[in-house]
């Protein structure tokens, strides 16, 4: 092996760059170190304590957890309590009734404003609607609604009365929509009209109407929210406005409190095969560890911070930090239904100067688009405001981490990023700001209560400096409790490769100091030559260039080497008139420099977009699929189904 070909994960170990917190911040912080030692002594003594101060127990639990039958595991067994009082009823009877839960920015620019009061009044009133439509304790709700108020007082509702929500985003398709509804075998379906999409009224109902057209499915209401005014049409004795039902529904409700185990919702995620997987999520266990979470990896002030999710509720992002987490913790918090270039690409930042935002959490992908788009546009609003910044939902990149604590947090916020899934329901690996000094990339360290390993084919745990896979090896409040109707496969898929662990389906790495690298999904580590390469660090350094605005990393099967690097990448503004060839060779020399000639990609296809879902994920599955010569698989899920024609016609010129 030559000197230029040494494992091309080095780099990884040693990234110098180094943010230690700012003594001020770190003096009045949230988060203390002492929460690690803490939960290190008593892991379960450390989740009761968080447990009975961040929430209000009608019912004092008294089996912190029995995890007598794994993988199905009992937290706070003999509690009883009630999700919505918690994120509403207690903060106004606390006095705080007043304080703004939500401002709401619709895409048109139309504004509202929700206090603690009004939000619950709401509730209330929908929790009355919905149980006259005849859903009860244990029922299942579908919900298909734009990012509006509404989205989030649904939820609440059904929380209230017991209910499990199961939301389904709505870019889905009327097909996704109906096999969901039967899965959950849903009673009511609550929706809109429409939003508003790009300047324009974007539909809907019909998707709902398609979806429930044979008249053959479980449901037997819908509900219809008021957002575009766009006409629909309507099925008498099923469909009712949201105004004739929640806004004629008395304001007086009393939330029964439910066993802590209470399912509180599904939500739907794809695995990698088969078809969609329902996720269940439960209520003691999770609100204790969103509401945990939320307070002390953004270090939240209830009474003084502006926290915004850019994550739409159709996510389990949007569900544990912008509804439950923040709610629980009394926050005040931004809302906003649109795209974050219309009217303008300065929209976001707008918002941040509009409503003072301190907290923002948003996705790699889009400071990635916003970082394409150029420093000038932020430049031009004062986000003075901010003092933490969030990242969750893919790695991000050293370079984006950087220009998103260099533009946007003015070289003084701290940057976390946050590690976790549909099934761990809340974060899991994040740094603690005002205690973890943050190495751009890296999600850093377990959080307290959190036992995480990386462990070999085996199952043996990795030293540091060794990739391999991402296992929990203990149970956590906010885990999935199973795959709804199909326990064997929930077994099957997170139980059985490592037994007794947990199998998050992530390639990891410590660093020298034990600091954790996510590598991207298992089936995104390539084996080239008995190397293994990250598709993430590929990606990663072709990012690093100047010319790379987004890039997109696959193995393909190769004879010789087990696997070859394809990359796709799209070009930044002026860089995309170059001529192609000489730009990929480029590029290909860029990678060999930077991690080693064995990761420099076999070929560096340009192209103008990636296949990405609609909540910002790449689908390298389908490129991997072009790059291996094959007819391209399901694309269904695409934001933009169209992508793969041009990537799939452009690959085999
Ligand atoms: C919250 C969410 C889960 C998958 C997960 C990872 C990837 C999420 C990060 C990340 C590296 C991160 N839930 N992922 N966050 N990878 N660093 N900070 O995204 O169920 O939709 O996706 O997303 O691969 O397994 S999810």
Redesign the pocket.
């Given at each position: 092996m030559s000197s230029d070909e040494s494992t091309p994960l080095d780099n990884l170990s040693h990234e110098e760059r180094s943010f230690a917190p700012d003594p001020a911040f770190a003096r009045d912080a949230v988060a203390q170190a002492t929460l690690y030692a803490e939960a290190d002594q008593d892991r379960l003594a450390f989740w009761a304590r968080q447990a009975r101060e961040l929430l209000t127990w009608e019912t004092d639990f008294t089996d912190t957890l029995d995890w007598s039958n794994p993988p199905f595991a009992r937290w706070f067994g003999g509690g009883k309590l009630n999700a919505a009082y918690n994120a509403l009823d207690r903060h106004v009877e606390a006095g705080n009734g007043d304080r703004v839960a939500i401002h709401f920015e619709g895409e048109p620019g139309d504004t509202r404003a929700y206090t603690y009061a009004q939000l619950t009044e709401e509730v209330k009133k929908a929790a009355n609607a919905f149980a006259a439509l005849g859903v009860t304790a244990g029922d299942r709700v579908a919900v298909y609604l734009p990012m509006i108020p509404e989205a989030v007082i649904t939820m609440l509702a059904c929380a209230r009365i017991g209910a499990a929500h199961s939301v389904v985003f709505g870019g889905f398709s009327a097909d996704a929509l109906r096999s969901r509804i039967d899965d959950a075998e849903a009673k009511l379906v609550v929706t809109a009209d429409g939003t508003w999409r790009r300047g324009k009224p974007s539909p809907l109902k019909p998707a709902v109407d398609a979806a429930l057209a044979d008249g053959q499915s479980t449901v037997e209401n819908v509900v219809v929210v008021q957002r575009n005014g766009e006409p629909v049409e309507w099925t008498e004795g099923r469909d009712a406005w949201w105004s004739d039902t929640v806004g004629t529904a008395s304001a007086e409700h009393t939330a029964e409190a439910f066993d802590a185990e209470q399912p509180l919702y599904i939500l739907y995620?794809s695995g990698t095969t088969g078809k969609p997987k329902g996720i269940l999520h439960t209520t003691g266990g999770y609100l204790t560890q969103t509401a945990f979470t939320h307070r002390n990896v953004f270090d939240l002030r209830p009474e003084t911070d502006v926290y915004w999710c850019t994550a739409d509720i159709g996510?389990?992002?949007g569900h544990s930090y912008v509804v439950y987490g923040p709610l629980v913790n009394g926050a005040t918090q931004v809302i906003y239904e649109g795209t974050p270039d219309t009217p303008h690409q300065g929209r976001w930042w707008e918002l941040v100067q509009k409503y003072g935002v301190t907290i923002l959490y948003t996705a790699p992908t889009a400071i990635r688009t916003m970082m394409k788009w150029g420093d000038d546009i932020p430049g031009q609003y004062d986000l003075s405001s901010l003092r933490v910044l969030g990242?969750?939902?893919?790695?991000?990149n050293p370079e984006a981490w950087m220009w998103y604590r260099r533009v946007i947090g003015a070289d003084r916020c701290p940057v976390v990023?946050?590690?976790?899934?549909?099934?761990t329901g809340a974060i899991m690996i994040s740094p603690l700001p005002g205690v973890t000094a943050t190495k751009p990339g890296s999600?850093q360290v377990p959080l307290p209560g959190i036992t995480a390993d990386v462990v070999d084919d085996t199952g043996a745990s990795l030293g540091d400096g060794e990739a391999g896979y991402l296992v929990l090896r203990e149970p956590w409040p906010s885990m999935l409790r199973n795959i709804w109707g199909d326990p064997d496969r929930f077994v099957q898929t997170y139980w059985s490769r490592f037994p007794g662990m947990y199998f998050?389906?992530?390639g990891a790495k410590k660093d020298d100091d034990g600091d954790v690298w996510?590598l991207?999904?298992v089936d995104d580590v390539m084996n080239v030559s008995g190397h293994r390469l990250s598709t993430a660090e590929i990606e990663s350094s072709l990012v690093g260039h100047p010319a790379v605005a987004e890039a997109a990393v696959v193995g393909a099967a190769d004879e010789t080497t087990g696997q070859a690097v394809i990359a796709f990448v799209i070009l930044r503004g002026s860089a995309a008139e170059e001529d192609h060839d000489a730009m990929s060779e480029t590029l290909r020399q860029h990678v060999g420099k930077d991690i080693g000639a064995i990761a420099k990609p076999r070929k560096v296809l340009i192209v103008p977009e990636l296949p990405k879902t609609r909540?910002g994920k790449i689908m390298r599955r389908l490129l991997k699929d072009v790059a291996e010569g094959r007819e391209v698989g399901d694309a269904t899920t695409l934001a933009d189904s169209t992508v793969m024609n041009q990537i799939a016609a452009d690959f085999a010129k």
């Open positions: 995620t996510w389990v992002t990242s969750v939902g893919e790695p991000i990023d946050t590690w976790w899934q549909t099934e999600a998050a389906g992530d996510l991207g999904r909540s």
